[in-house]
């Protein structure tokens, strides 16, 4: 079946500029997560949603990073503002949440934003 | 805080030789830990997790708690194994289930 479907791939944006990063979850996945991976480092955890309910948004940097999933579907991770240090791949993560499978991670291709 | 360390940034065997990948962890809790790869051109995949003790494409890896280690293992590495791996940690005994990643090496398998 269709995996984790993210949007756009590539995005570059000019300092100061919104933007909005898409992601489609594997169908029935409750869990979804967002990480950020700067050039050279692992992945790094921005955000966790269980279906519609953000649980935890420790990892979001600044308040200029905002995510949604209001349906416990697709989720939108917005920058407002953006700077240079933003650049970076942000990855959308599923996963089912059932006993035998939890805590198996799903990823999309993410999105490699650049800013300039 | 929960971190985990990969020691080598790159890692480079020949074709056949053995092949260890190093991890450690730090965490106070209950954690569970897994290892994720990462082809050329391709997305972020499981490769294999510490409860599941499985062998998958010749790899294993053993959680020792009392060294904080879960090294990554290969006995005949493949060029087909050069990759990007990752070492992550979870907490098994909570509801978020994020992982903490460590920075990764890269494995290449020359002929």
């Known amino acids: 079946g269709a995996g984790v479907s993210q949007s756009p791939r590539y995005k570059v944006a000019k300092r100061g500029q919104d933007v909005a990063l898409r992601c489609d979850p594997i169908s029935g996945h409750v869990s979804l997560f967002w990480y950020q991976q700067a050039l050279g480092q692992g992945p790094e955890f921005l955000t966790y949603?269980?279906?519609?309910?953000?649980?935890?948004k420790s990892g979001l940097p600044s308040d200029r990073f905002f995510a949604e999933r209001p349906e416990g579907s697709v989720s939108t991770l917005k920058i407002q503002r953006t700077q240079q240090e933003d650049s970076a791949v942000y990855l959308c993560?599923?996963?089912?949440?059932?006993?035998?499978?939890?805590?198996?991670?799903?990823f999309g291709a993410g999105t490699r934003l650049s800013v300039l | 805080a929960q971190r985990v360390t990969q020691p080598e940034k790159l890692l480079s065997v020949f074709k056949g030789a053995p092949v260890e990948l190093k991890c450690n962890y730090s965490y106070s809790g209950s954690p569970e830990l897994f290892w994720y790869v990462q082809y050329s051109r391709q997305r972020l995949q499981l490769l294999l997790r510490?409860?599941s003790r499985e062998s998958i494409k010749g790899f294993t890896a053993d959680l020792n708690k009392g060294e904080t280690s879960f090294h990554l293992k290969k006995p005949f590495a493949q060029e087909e194994d050069s990759a990007m791996y990752y070492c992550a940690l979870s907490d098994s005994g909570g509801s978020n289930y994020k992982l903490t990643f460590g920075k990764g090496t890269l494995l290449t398998v020359n002929p």
């Open positions: 949603f269980q279906n519609e309910a953000q649980l935890d």
């Open positions: 510490h409860i």
């Open positions: 993560a599923s996963s089912p949440r059932r006993v035998h499978l939890k805590n198996i991670q799903y």
